[in-house]
T-cell receptor, first 110, second 112 residues
Framework: EDQVTQSPEALRLQEGESSSLNCSYTVSGLRGLFWYRQDPGKGPEFLFT???AGEEKEKERLKATLTKKESFLHITAPKPEDSATYLC???????????FGQGTELSVKP | NAGVTQTPKFQVLKTGQSMTLQCAQDMNHNSMYWYRQDPGMGLRLIYYSASEGTTDKGEVPNGYNVSRLNKREFSLRLESAAPSQTSVYFC???????????FGPGTRLTVT
């Protein structure tokens, strides 16, 4: 069964304190892994798609990486405006539906 | 370019009432989706439409029906609402099924 597990559930950082969020997955034939950001009361906002192990994508203070079993979202020198819930989802070749993890709630204090 | 829009933003229903959630996208996307989001359960797919004229069940379809009205619009209907359907509902669209999905702002539904 396709499954996605994100850790930690919640992460509190001081402004400027870099860290990483983890997304572990099991899927029968990975078509793509997606990262989203969700602010309270809003819909998820697309960040990145990763397709193959070794691939990396960057956007401002965020960098996503992918291995055969997990993905990391690295946050460098975070700011309070980076506070949000970060969601990871995988898509298999078979079926094509997105399977979402529970999310990591990130809080960055000034 | 509004992206994905949903109406209404909030709704309160009594058990047994019916309602339709509306969704529209202006990105010329082929595929559209309905999800529900519940605390501790994450986002779960209710129904999807891979292309205009087709609809398929997702993970949690019971109690819901959908209509792909045209390429832009995809509606979700609750025929007889139950308290278990209290949730936040998101519509999403993508160029095709293998591409990233773009989400609307959500509808907060409470069934009493």
């Amino acid at each position: 069964e396709d499954q996605v597990t994100q850790s930690p559930e919640a992460l509190r950082l001081q402004e400027g304190e870099s860290s990483s969020l983890n997304c572990s997955y099991t899927v029968s034939g990975l078509r793509g892994l997606f990262w989203y950001r969700q602010d309270p009361g809003k819909g998820p906002e697309f960040l990145f798609t990763l397709y193959s192990a070794g691939e990396e994508k960057e956007k401002e203070r965020l960098k996503a990486t992918l291995t055969k079993k997990e993905s990391f979202l690295h946050i460098t020198a975070p700011k309070p405006e980076d506070s949000a819930t970060y969601l990871c989802a995988v898509q298999a070749y078979q079926g094509g539906k997105l399977i979402f993890g529970q999310g990591t709630e990130l809080s960055v204090k000034p | 370019n509004a992206g994905v829009t949903q109406t209404p933003k909030f709704q309160v229903l009594k058990t047994g009432q019916s309602m339709t959630l509306q969704c529209a996208q202006d990105m010329n996307h082929n595929s559209m989706y309905w999800y529900r989001q519940d605390p501790g359960m994450g986002l779960r797919l209710i129904y999807y439409s891979a292309s205009e004229g087709t609809t398929d069940k997702g993970e949690v379809p019971n109690g819901y029906n959908v209509s792909r009205l045209n390429k832009r619009e995809f509606s979700l209907r609750l025929e007889s609402a139950a308290p278990s359907q209290t949730s936040v509902y998101f519509c999403a669209s993508s160029r095709d099924r293998e591409y990233e999905q773009y989400f609307g702002p959500g509808t907060r539904l409470t069934v009493t």
